[in-house]
C-alpha cells in the first residue's frame, strides 16, 4: 500500500492587523516550506464577501505558487461550480496545468451559501442541476479537447477548440465530504475529519459501479483516494497548543457562519436552515476536532499514526493557519510537524 502522504489546505482568513499584502507574501512562504518538506497536495477555498476567504478566486494564488514551488500539487478544494462559466473555468484550469507543469489537481462543489450564487447571477434552488450541467461541460471537454454546450440545460454556444491542452493526460479531480458523487464521477475524496467505515465502503461501491458512467475524471489506472482535513495545533507545551486549537476553530466557525448572514432575506427561515445543516455538524462535532488536531508532537504523531493504521486515509491534510491564530503560530505547529512529526509518520 502506498504511503500516506500530506498536505496543506487553507481558506486565506484574514489576520486582525495584517495587511493584506503581507497576509499574502506570509502564506507563500507556508506554501515553499510544505514544498521543501515533500508534502503532496495544496488546495484553497473559494467564498466571498467576508473574511473567510481573501483569494476568492483560487487561480490567483495558484498561478503565484505554482512559481515557488517545485513539486507540491496544488489546486481548488473547491471550484464552485454553479458560480462560474465552464468555458473560463476549463481555460483557467488548463492554464495553471501549463504553469504548474501538471501539478494541478481540480476539487468542485455546488456551495452551501446562497447567497453567493445570487451574486454571481444565480441562485440557490437551481443550484445543483447547474453544477452537474457544467460539471458535464468539463467532462466531455477535457475527453474531446473541444468545449461544448451539447445537452446543456443553462449553457448555449457554439462548439470552440481548446486552443490551450493541460499537461496532464487526466487531471485528478477532488470532491468533499460526498462519498457516494466522489465514487460516482472517480473523484478523489477529502473529508472534514477522519473518515467513517460507512463512508469509505460508500465511496468505494461508488466508484466500481459507476466506472463505467459517461460523466467520470479518473484516469484507467486510478484508484478511490481519501483525504482528510485536520485543524492543527502542535506545541510542547499541550495547553498552549489546546488554546491555539480552540482559536483555531472559532475563527474558523465564526467566519463560515458569517457567510452565511443574508441566508434568511434570499431564501427564508425554512431553506436558511437547511443550508446551515453542513456547518451546524461541524459545529456539533466541533470539540472532538479540537481533541484531534492539538499536542505535543509525540501525540499527534500517536493521533495521526492510528489513522494512518486504519487504512482509509491516503493523504493528512493540515489546517493551518486558520481561524484566529497567528501567522508566527501556524509556522511554529508547521516547522514542529516538519522536524518532529512528518519524519515518524512516514518511517512508520
Not at 499574502?24 to 507556508?30: E, G, K
Not at 473555468?89 to 496545468?97: H, M, Q, R, S, W
Not at 501525540?299 to 486558520?322: A, H, S, Y
Request: glycine share 8%; net charge negative; charged share 20%.
Amino acid at each position: 500500500m502506498a504511503k500516506t502522504t500530506f498536505g496543506i489546505f487553507d481558506h486565506i482568513e484574514g489576520i486582525p492587523g495584517t495587511s493584506t499584502q503581507q497576509l499574502l507574501l506570509d502564506r507563500l512562504n507556508i506554501i515553499k516550506k510544505a514544498d521543501a518538506a515533500g508534502f503532496a497536495g495544496l488546495y484553497f477555498a473559494e467564498h466571498h464577501g467576508t473574511d473567510l476567504c481573501l483569494v476568492p478566486n483560487q487561480d490567483l494564488i495558484i498561478a503565484a505558487a505554482s512559481q515557488v514551488t517545485t513539486a507540491i500539487r496544488m489546486g481548488p478544494m473547491v471550484k464552485l461550480l454553479p458560480l462560474h462559466n465552464p468555458v473560463r473555468v476549463i481555460e483557467d484550469l488548463c492554464v495553471l496545468d501549463n504553469l504548474t507543469n501538471g501539478r494541478v489537481e481540480f476539487g468542485v462543489g455546488r456551495g452551501i451559501a446562497p447567497v453567493e450564487h445570487y451574486w454571481f447571477g444565480g441562485d440557490w434552488p437551481t443550484s445543483r442541476d447547474r453544477y452537474q450541467d457544467v460539471l458535464g461541460i468539463i467532462a466531455r471537454a477535457l475527453r474531446t479537447g473541444e468545449i461544448s454546450s451539447e445537452d446543456s440545460k443553462y449553457y448555449n454556444f457554439r462548439t470552440m477548440p481548446m486552443a490551450c491542452m493541460p499537461v496532464q493526460e487526466n487531471i485528478p479531480f477532488w470532491c468533499p465530504n460526498n462519498p457516494a458523487a466522489a465514487g460516482r464521477y472517480g473523484f478523489k475524496l477529502m473529508c472534514a475529519g477522519p473518515i467513517t467505515n460507512q463512508g469509505y465502503d460508500l465511496y468505494l461501491e461508488n466508484w466500481h459501479t459507476h466506472r463505467d458512467d459517461p460523466i467520470r475524471f479518473d484516469g484507467p489506472n486510478d484508484e478511490p483516494f481519501v483525504g482528510v482535513t485536520m485543524p492543527i495545533a502542535i506545541d510542547y507545551d499541550e495547553k498552549i497548543a489546546h488554546d491555539q486549537a480552540i482559536r483555531a476553530m472559532t475563527g474558523l466557525m465564526r467566519r463560515a457562519h458569517a457567510v452565511h448572514d443574508w441566508d434568511v432575506e434570499l431564501i427564508g427561515e425554512d431553506a436558511a436552515y437547511d443550508a446551515l445543516a453542513a456547518l451546524r455538524h461541524i459545529m456539533s462535532v466541533m470539540d472532538r476536532k479540537i481533541e484531534d488536531g492539538y499536542g505535543t508532537p509525540s501525540k499527534i504523531i500517536d493521533r495521526f499514526g492510528k489513522l494512518i493504521d486504519d487504512g482509509m486515509v491516503d493523504q493528512i491534510v493540515l489546517q493551518t493557519p486558520t481561524g484566529d491564530i497567528t501567522i508566527e503560530e501556524a509556522n511554529a505547529t508547521l516547522e514542529l510537524f516538519i522536524s518532529e512529526v512528518q519524519p515518524a509518520l512516514e518511517a512508520a
